[in-house]
């Protein structure tokens, strides 16, 4: 099993910056990508940044607000959110994807894993 404890959340004004983090601990052998999703009230859940492998992609909606970074030493990814609107209000959930050795010949298996989600409030 794999947990992930996020933090960072809360009410910042419009314009204004927060840093959300999120840290894993639990089985596994390396991770193969980060998440942030987002979900405001009365609507569906949506990506808002990755990091896989590499390469990182941004929703049209907070390309160059947003900048997702992990500290692979600690597990821990971050999303630092700066130049805030109302409607970035939302909970924030983190996503890992881990990777696991099963046995002895190296087979692998991989599996997602959900933050409970923090919850940001951009408003006066």
């Known amino acids: 099993q794999v947990q992930l404890v996020e933090s960072g959340g809360g009410l910042v004004q419009p314009g204004g910056s927060l840093r959300l983090s999120c840290a894993a601990s639990?089985?596994?052998?390396?991770?193969?990508?980060w998440a942030w999703y987002r979900q405001a009230p009365g609507k569906e859940r949506e990506l808002v940044t990755i990091?896989?492998?590499?390469?990182?992609n941004y929703a049209e909606t907070v390309k160059g607000r947003f900048t997702i970074s992990r500290d692979n030493a600690k597990n821990t990814v971050y999303l630092q959110m700066n130049a805030l609107k109302p409607e970035d209000t939302a909970f924030y959930y983190c996503?890992?994807?881990?990777?696991?050795?099963?046995?002895?010949?190296?087979?692998?298996?991989?599996?997602?894993?959900w933050g409970k989600g923090t919850l940001v409030t951009v408003s006066t």
């Open positions: 996503r890992v994807e881990v990777r696991r050795v099963v046995n002895v010949e190296g087979a692998t298996t991989t599996r997602q894993y």
């Open positions: 990091s896989s492998f590499g390469s990182t």
């Open positions: 639990g089985r596994f052998d390396s991770i193969n990508s």
